[in-house]
């Protein structure tokens, strides 16, 4: 009767787990001595009737047990295969986040020298406007006349003509008596003084035949090295210039230190500088004496102490009044 329930044990399983009812009965009923009757009864009893015989109820727990096992083994898989998921839609994300930002830093940075170039530019404009305006002020008030309006028209004409322009003094001279082979040189010098000291790109101008515009300014003479006047392709590159003039301070070629960069100022310009510079040097020794700190400079215009500079720019120059920032070298040291 056991062997009986052993070998129809599969079978039952195989009934127990396909029937369509909601009570389960086990089909052995005759080998464990239940009676027809019973087991009709058994099956009558309702929705929530489990009949097992021995063998039967040992197989299903034991088969209960291994499904219970193989669901949590599924679970935890589930689990494993949401959070791998995540994982890699986190990694996807966090990919797409490095790109827009490595496609966002340049740009922005472009943008950013865009905006300060462009509002540099509105500012001279603004400038070049208000002297204009002065100028008018004056015809129209009548003081000085012609004359006086004239002199105000050619200052801001030969300012703006000048806007490209930079100015560098104690770079030395070729020693060859061929014009084109001095140009050379002097050209080579200032693509290596932007390319390894001021570490800028800017374009020399071109004049019709393609010829860079570098020219030694005054007659050569022996023992003095003329000042080397540059013209570059716009107001951008001349102020990226002269933004990394102070780099040659700390050149580790000793004759590069001596080199100083300034813009091509007017006569009127120089004359405005100049006297400034005179200003902070008497201010300088007045404070060397009552032994204060000598922090007078030269500031957008004016002398003021470096201590009520909130921010200073590197080189600035106001075309207004021809001052130069503290940042340029006197001109005097050229």
């Not at 500012?123 to 004239?150: L, Y």
């Not at 700390?250 to 004359?271: F, H, M, V, W, Y």
């Amino acid at each position: 009767m056991l062997l009986g329930c052993l070998k129809l044990s599969a079978d039952a399983f195989m009934v127990i787990s396909t029937t369509q009812e909601k009570n389960i009965l086990c089909p052995h009923a005759k080998c464990q001595g239940v009676s027809d009757k019973k087991f009709e009864l058994l099956k009558e009893e309702g929705d929530d009737t489990l009949w097992l015989c021995t063998t039967c109820n040992r197989t299903t727990r034991g088969l209960i047990q291994h499904v219970a096992h193989l669901e949590q083994k599924l679970s935890a898989l589930e689990v494993k295969m949401e959070n791998k998921a995540s994982k890699e839609e986190i990694e996807k994300l966090e990919k797409r986040v490095e790109a827009i930002e490595e496609k966002l830093d340049p740009e922005t940075e472009v943008f950013a020298k865009k905006l300060e170039e462009a509002l540099k530019e509105q500012q001279e404009i603004i400038q070049r406007n208000t002297a204009m305006k002065v100028a008018e002020s004056m015809e129209h008030e009548g003081k000085n006349n012609t004359d006086e309006v004239q002199k105000a028209v050619d200052e801001v004409k030969e300012q703006d003509r000048r806007k490209c322009n930079i100015i560098l003094y104690n770079v030395p001279e070729s020693e060859s008596t061929n014009n084109d082979a001095r140009r050379e040189h002097d050209v080579a010098v200032i693509k290596e003084l932007m390319k390894e000291e001021l570490v800028v790109e800017a374009a020399i101008k071109e004049d019709n035949r393609g010829v860079p515009r570098v020219t030694r300014l005054g007659k050569k003479e022996q023992g003095k090295i003329r000042p080397l006047r540059v013209v570059f392709s716009s107001p951008e590159d001349q102020r990226k210039v002269l933004g990394k003039a102070k780099n040659l301070a700390n050149s580790k070629i000793e004759a590069r230190k001596k080199i100083i960069i300034k813009p091509d100022l007017t006569q009127l310009q120089r004359g405005a500088e100049k006297k400034l510079v005179e200003e902070k040097k008497v201010k300088n020794q007045e404070a060397k004496e009552k032994k204060e700190e000598e922090d007078w400079v030269i500031y957008r215009g004016r002398v003021t102490r470096r201590s009520q500079i909130k921010s200073q720019k590197k080189v600035s120059v106001s075309t207004s009044t021809g001052s130069l920032e503290e940042e340029f070298k006197d001109a005097t040291q050229a």
